[in-house]
């Protein structure tokens, strides 16, 4: 069984900054890629950033130049998304996927039960 897992949410001062992270655990064999979706009240899931084995990163237009997704060199399984210049827009469940590989060979996508992000003064 493979699990994801989320931290670092809360409530933050827009113009601030949060970094979360993301541990993947359990029967694993192999991530490829791993990132950030969220999903704001009444709103489609959306992507957020994701970041490949060979570092190579995508990022949702609402948040390039703010946001930084980054993976641990130390840990191949966490991810982390640093969050710059909040608004109050950036409120949403935000979700850490994962493209992983098990220990019975099988790729499957995985996701986290997500951490509620508030932007408010």
């Known amino acids: 069984q493979v699990r994801l897992m989320e931290s670092g949410g809360g409530l933050m001062q827009p113009g601030g900054s949060q970094k979360l992270s993301c541990v993947a655990s359990g029967s694993i064999a192999s991530i490829s890629l791993m990132g950030w979706y969220r999903q704001a009240p009444g709103k489609q899931r959306e992507l957020v950033a994701i970041?490949?084995?060979?570092?190579?990163?995508?990022y949702g237009d609402s948040v390039k130049g703010r946001f930084t997704v980054s993976r641990d060199n130390a840990n191949k399984n966490m991810v982390y998304l640093e969050m710059n210049n909040l608004v109050p827009e950036d409120t949403a469940v935000y979700y850490c996927?994962?493209?992983?590989?098990?220990?019975?060979?099988?790729?499957?996508?995985?996701w986290g039960q997500g951490t509620q992000v508030t932007v408010s003064s």
């Open positions: 996927n994962g493209l992983i590989m098990s220990t019975s060979k099988v790729w499957q996508n995985y």
């Open positions: 970041i490949s084995v060979d570092g190579s990163t995508k």
